[in-house]
């Protein structure tokens, strides 16, 4: 008994000094003793404590903590904060009364704090502003549980922990996932259903948490308010009947109400995640004023499009009350997506990350693979390059053809289609295009606009748009014609419409195609140059390296930069053939002559100066090829991708003892790569020489290039091969079959090995 004794919340801050995994564990059998009054007056400081309100926005490390940096936490914080987890249980234990949590509105982003403040929010904030009676202002959100801490979760995305914590940076990658990311997939898979006979868990929750709402005609989404009156809007919700129908969802929504069981009382959590998801991520701040996103927060924002296209798609099969969300779901998200957008690719560096951006836009565009029968490229997949999508260039009839069902979401999100290929166009010439990641980037882009039959509907559209917006009309071109002007009035400020398949547009296309032309021949060239370097360097090699070399898999860095590099000219081919189709453009004739005689005049600039940065979008390709020379191995051997040949466990684990052998003996280790006598020769055969690192930093939505100086260090990677590790088998056998002691044949490799070293050595 003294546990309950005990100030519970002092126990509660010393619970918040613990590690993460003894925390967990501590705060899971606090949940379970703890009465339901003792949990209300901690629940506020644990979930300020989960995401760092108050404390610099790194809280427990969601969006920090990787399954690579740390497997243990990882596991231990996704299982605690997973749909049915302890957290959630909590949520969902404390909805059993009328518990209200007061929300400050300076915790929400300055765009959704101010149409909250001014009164122009939707119907579904009107159960959860708190009104100063006296000044008629909102001062607070009165939330329930669930509510409360799903606000503060999404929130969380928005803080740019890549700016305070350089080490998060460091996991805000394709290949490295972080828990915030997974748990994000999770629950809106799990709250925003794309099964329409799915049903969302736990069910016996109180019905009394949102109370029945009169079925009335659905109101505007943005209902437009003067802000210098505040009008307290009337207790109406999105779950209403549309219009008087003998539908199946209208049938149940009617028999519902007659049994005094609202279908809110069973959906109000979707049209929670639905409303603080769209409304706080797709209306962030992402002006000059304010700090570049990061790459992780644009990857859940593609997963809440993706899951949003998802839950939408299933409307004409389902006949329960959630019906109603699934019709509003896209036209929520369709209000904010454009600025959205637009802001993030006119800030964003130009560069590889961009992909990240691009994929985002590409899946809003692309409902149709969002159908919840039918296979995708999951959620998991990142929004890289590859998810779901061949980077090889492939016979384009295989491809389906987009069903003309989305016919209408193409007519009525036209804009978000043709204006940000018209805005992104110009980045793309910039591109450099001799860069793999650059190349699958038009690639992507290529493909999704040359699917079958998807720019005969667009340029459908596209005509229907300009003519009914009439050729008399003083707004011309206006993109607020097509649109009620309720829906859409300071959503696009475009005073003009700048058409896809216009005169203008065929011009920028021409211009990027001889670009990527151009980049295309010097690419040819390099490969070339490449194959020549190698075959001229294995020559000059002895008998002896030439074996070790295949033995330990020992690829050279011109060796790695032409698998890569080789895949550039037929990918460039398939994408400047497509656009040439697409816009019917002719394919410019382009010679390595001409060009060398047309780019001598410029080739005195170097994007490689005094400064720390690197502005690529003042660069031709041609100048950064004649560049190329000025740039060393940039990444260290032992830190390149695991490859297929590599044991990947064997690799981390040697890795770990490399560094640390680096660290402890690394002056030592330096004085013997220096010494010029035998030993020295020795040395130098063993270790990885010195060399320079160098790496972009992108945390100042700029791209620095950053130089890091390695000294002669240990690196016992190789030893991770299957190469290596099938000819110490092999030794081992034939000392078991000789002698009956396996040991031996190990001793016998390894004298072997120290002749070929020293032989090197002396005559190398």
Known sequence: MAFYNENLGNRIMELMSYPIPDRCVELTQLFERCSLRELQDVFPTIVQSVFGIGSGGLGWGLRATTKENSPMCFDILHEFF???????RLCYRLLNEAIKFEFNLDLLPHKVSEMIQSGQYSLFYADLVNIDPFRRQVTSLLLNAFDYYMLHYVIHATFPLHKMYPAALQVHNERMKTVYFFLTAEYLCTLLPGNPDAIVFPTNICTSVKAPQPLQPVQPLQPQRSPKYLKIPSNTSLFQADSPSTSAAAAAAVQAARNCESPRTHCWRTES????????????DIDEARDLPSSEFIRVVRILVKQVHTFANSTHLDHT???????LANPMMKTRIYPFLKSIIGRWPLDSSLSVVLELWLSYIQPWRYLFDAPSAGYYGGSGVNAGNSVAPGPSGNEVAVSQRFSTFIAENLVIYTQIFVYILPRFERLDFTTFRNVIMLHRLVKVFSQPNLPAMLCQAEQAYICQLGTDSPRKHSVYA??????WDGIFHEESYTPLFGPAVKCEIEQVIKTVCISRLYVLQEIDSIRRDIVEQRKAHSFLRKIFASIFAD??????KLQEIVKIPDVLDLAVRSLSNMFDVRLPEITLEQIHDRSSPQLNISAYDSSDYLDISKISPIQMQNNLANLSATIDPATVPIKDYEVKFLVRFLHKISCRLNETFGNEIQALWCRSDFVGKIARQLLYPPMTQQWFDKSRGVSELCEERLPARICLRPLASYQVLGLITFAMLIGYSLWRAPIFGLFIFILL???YITILALFV
Not at 82 to 88: A, E
């Open 82 to 88: 997973s749909p049915m987890g302890p957290m959630l």
């Open 273 to 284: 995640v639905l409303h603080f998801f769209i409304d706080t991520w797709l209306r962030y």
């Open 321 to 327: 009350p959630m019906v109603m969300l699934r019709k």
């Open 482 to 487: 097509r649109q009620g002007k309720n829906e």
């Open 555 to 560: 690829v050279s860095p011109a060796e790695l």
């Open 753 to 755: 090995f120290s002749i």
